[in-house]
């Protein structure tokens, strides 16, 4: 049973921005908090972003000002816009709840900021 789909990553150069989202099972979505992790090569799964049912979001030291969560509750969607990227936001993205189940976990879509 899939429950997150991740899509929007892509190539992009420093500087360039990209707009995630994630389609998650009304089941889901409609009552909980979400987030959006990534995991960059060679480490640890870590959070990004978090945004309440009540649109309250906050965000990781290191995406704060950048980064942006928002979420389209009629289409049980999450969004994740990402400015002035950085070769350091490179990381396969994912979205699950927050905080987050195992049994939630989707693909991800992967970022690669690069020149």
């Known amino acids: 049973q899939v429950q997150m789909v991740e899509s929007g990553g892509g190539l992009v150069q420093p500087g360039g921005s990209l707009r995630l989202s994630c389609v998650a099972s009304?089941?889901?979505?409609?009552?909980?908090?979400m987030g959006w992790y990534r995991q960059a090569p060679g480490k640890q799964r870590e959070f990004v972003a978090f945004?309440?049912?009540?649109?309250?979001?906050n965000y990781g030291d290191s995406v704060k000002g950048r980064f942006a969560a928002s979420r389209d509750n009629d289409h049980d969607t999450v969004y994740l816009q990402m400015n002035n990227l950085k070769p350091e936001d490179t990381a396969v993205y994912y979205c699950?709840?927050?905080?987050?189940?195992?049994?939630?976990w989707g693909k991800g879509t992967l970022v690669t900021v690069s020149s």
């Open positions: 009304s089941s889901i979505f409609r009552f909980n908090a």
């Open positions: 699950n709840t927050y905080p987050p189940r195992d049994t939630n």
């Open positions: 945004i309440t049912t009540a649109d309250f979001a």
